[in-house]
Structures are given as C-alpha cells and as structure tokens.
C-alpha cells in the first residue's frame, strides 16, 4: 500500500506480477540498523514506519504509511512520536513537496518534538534525475524529557 501511495509521486508501476518493490522492506526486517514498526488502531495493522541509521549519527525515517482509514486522526501523530521517542538523537525525513499531507504532517511532527530548532532542505534524489529534489527536516528529538508526548489512542507503533 505504501509503495502504491508513492507511485502518485514517482511514477512507479508494479511488476508483471502486480507487486511493488520490496527492497526497503526486505532492509527494514533483516539489515543492520534499521528498525521496522507496524502501526495498530487497536487490534488492526494501520501503517508502517521503517527507520534506517539507528545507531548510527542520524536516523531516516525511510519510509512512514498510515492507512487512509485512519489518515486525520492523530494515529499518524501520535505514531511519528512514538518512533522518534524510541530512538533519540539527530533526525532526517525525506518526503516530496508535491506531497502537501507530507509537508503538514513532518513540519508538524518536527515543530512538535524540537520546536523551533529543525531545518528543511532540498536534496536530489539518488539515481532519479528526472525527479524533483526530496525536502529533507532534520532535527534532534526522541527519549524522555525531549517534550515528545506517549501516544495515545488509536494508534501507536508496535515492533514487530
């Protein structure tokens, strides 16, 4: 569903067999530094969020996917600060300005969880000259007492 919410924004058709690219999930599940987060509004499965760089000096939210059902309600939110809680220090999300959700929704999180000490940028995107520059926030956040707030209902992540 994520990669499909994407190809809006990249052009990207399925494979022959009506599935999309599975690389960043395959990474998320099984590589080194990176952590992979399934997002519940109460007993249902209601996004994902992958972070790659854990450990490392920045974390990326590489990909992040709420279901439309529960798009609006705060589960996103509550979600996106739950994942930047569990892993503090510096952090970079990518997402394409022509995505105006995108745009509301990660200035938002960024205003929330750092206040007025995050910063946007432009950056190419790697081995796609024919797409517009990704805008990268990047800020530093996560742990207690970094003003992130425990999620509440209806979602929050769940390792997997």
């Known amino acids: 569903m994520f990669r499909h919410d994407m190809s809006a924004f990249d052009g990207s058709l399925p494979a022959?067999?009506?599935?999309?690219?599975?690389?960043?999930l395959e990474a998320a599940l099984a590589g080194a530094g990176w952590a992979a987060y399934l997002l519940h509004c109460g007993p249902y499965p209601a996004g994902l969020a992958f972070v790659r760089g854990v450990g490392g000096p920045a974390?990326?939210?590489n990909s992040f996917f709420v279901?439309?059902?529960?798009?609006?309600?705060?589960?996103g939110l509550s979600a996106a600060r739950e994942v930047v809680a569990r892993h503090p220090g510096r952090w970079e999300i990518p997402f394409q300005d022509a995505n105006t959700v995108a745009v509301r929704f990660w200035r938002r999180v960024a205003a929330?969880?750092?206040?007025?000490?995050?910063t946007e940028e432009r950056r190419p995107v790697p081995g796609r000259p024919d797409l517009p520059p990704d805008?990268?926030?990047s800020f530093t956040g996560g742990g207690t007492g970094a003003g992130v707030r425990r999620p509440a209902?209806?979602?929050?992540?769940?390792?997997?």
């Open 112 to 118: 929330e969880v750092a206040g007025d000490a995050w």
């Open 59 to 61: 974390r990326v939210m």
């Open 135 to 137: 805008v990268w926030i």
């Open 67 to 75: 279901a439309r059902g529960v798009r609006g309600t705060g589960a």
């Open 153 to 160: 209902p209806p979602a929050s992540p769940a390792s997997p």
């Open 16 to 24: 022959h067999d009506g599935t999309f690219r599975s690389d960043r």
